[in-house]
C-alpha cells in the first residue's frame, strides 16, 4: 500500500499487478509506464508485466498475483480510502475467483478502510462477486471513456454494491446521452502524460449536466495534458470535489 496523490482517494493497495489493452482508454495508462520504471528499479513484482513498443511501454498480458500483499491493509488503523489494483484490473479474466475472494476477506476483515475498485470489466465483476456479502466499505466502479462504451455502466446496475461509480477518465469524447440512473458517483478527468489527447469542455459540461438531473455525484479530477499540474482542476473558478452519500443509497 502506498499514500497517493489520486485526487479522490488517500491511498492505493496493488494486490493485483499487470493488466492487458481492451480499449481506447487504455493506450497511454500511467501504470504501463509506471510498471515499466518499477521492473527498471529491480522490483520483482513488475518483473515482465510491460514490454517495449517503439519508445513506450506496453502490457505484455501477463498478471502477477501478490499474496503477500492480502494482508497489508490489516496493519492501517487509520481509516483510509484505499483504490484497490491502481496497476491493474482486479477483474481481467487472468485473475482467478478465488483471489478475487481473498481480496474480498481482506476488505471485509477491515471495516475501518472505505475501498474503491475501478474495472473496465465489470459484466466480470458483476458475475464474480455475485455471491460474495455485500460490503458497507466496497464501492464498485467501472471506466467509460466514450459513449462506445456504455455497455460497462449497464453492466455496473447489476452489481451489487452500496455505491456505483463510473470514472470518465481519460475522457476522450463526449458522454452526455450516459444514463446514470442507479449511478452514484461520477469522476471526469482529460488524460495526462506525454501523449495526452485532448479533452472538450463541452464533454466535461455534459456529464455535469447529466449529473445534475441524475443526482449523482461530481468530481472534476483535472483537465489533463501533458502538464497536468499547470492545467489544472478548476471548472469555473471551482473545484468540484462531490463524494456519494452512503447512507442514501
Known sequence: MAETSIEWTDATWNPVAGCTILSPGCTNCYAMRMAARLEAMGTAKYRGLTRKSGNRAVWTGKITLDRKALDIPKAWKKPRQIFVNSMSDLFHADVPSDFVRAVWRTMEETPQHTYQILTKRPDRMA???????????????????????????????????????????????????????????????????????????????????????????????????????????????????????????
Open 127 to 249: 458475475e464474480t462477486t455475485a455471491a460474495f456479502p455485500l460490503l458497507q466499505n466496497v464501492w464498485l466502479g467501472t471506466s467509460v471513456e466514450t459513449s462506445d462504451y456504455f455497455s460497462r455502466i449497464d453492466d455496473l446496475r447489476r452489481v451489487k454494491s452500496v455505491v456505483r461509480f463510473i470514472s470518465f477518465e481519460p475522457l476522450l469524447g463526449s458522454v452526455t446521452e450516459a444514463d446514470l440512473t442507479d449511478i452514484h458517483w461520477a469522476i471526469v478527468g482529460g488524460e495526462s502524460g506525454p501523449r495526452a489527447r485532448p479533452m472538450n469542455e463541452k464533454w466535461v459540461r455534459g456529464i455535469q449536466e447529466a449529473c445534475l438531473r441524475f443526482g449523482t455525484a461530481f468530481f472534476f479530477k483535472q483537465w489533463g495534458g501533458k502538464n497536468k499540474k499547470a492545467a489544472g482542476r478548476l471548472l469555473d473558478d471551482t473545484t468540484y470535489d462531490g463524494m456519494p452519500s452512503t447512507a442514501s443509497v
